[in-house]
């Protein structure tokens, strides 16, 4: 089981293995130009070794803006690179409007509103 924590002052992400497979990387605070970084490395991480499913738990987002969608798309695309699938969990309204906005949604395999 991965159990590991990187923290900023508004931004944390929490890293941990699923009893039915795959990785999560649980989500708190504002994802934007600030926690890029961040977000990147807990990506890249995660992705070692690939696991068969990437989860993304987005429930504690509080923030999310057209920085944080890239880092998302870039998410999906490295995951498909290691050939792991990405799954956001618990998205937003909020983050819903912003990959509609973007013509985003169905390429995560959310429903189209």
Not at 6 to 27: K, M, S, Y
Not at 47 to 54: E, N, R, S
Request: glycine residues 8%.
């Amino acid at each position: 089981m991965i159990d590991a924590w990187a923290a900023t002052v508004e931004f944390n992400l929490h890293v941990q293995g699923r009893i039915d497979g795959g990785t999560v990387i649980v989500v708190r605070g504002d994802l934007d130009y600030a926690a890029l970084d961040q977000f990147r490395t807990c990506v890249e991480q995660a992705l070692q070794p690939p696991p068969g499913i990437l989860y993304v738990d987005l429930q504690l987002l509080t923030f999310v803006d057209s920085t944080g969608v890239g880092a998302l798309v870039a998410a999906r695309h490295h995951a498909e690179r290691a050939g792991t699938r990405l799954v956001l969990e618990n998205p937003s309204s909020m983050l819903q409007h912003a990959l509609r906005t973007a013509s985003l949604l169905t390429s995560f395999g959310l429903p189209p509103a």
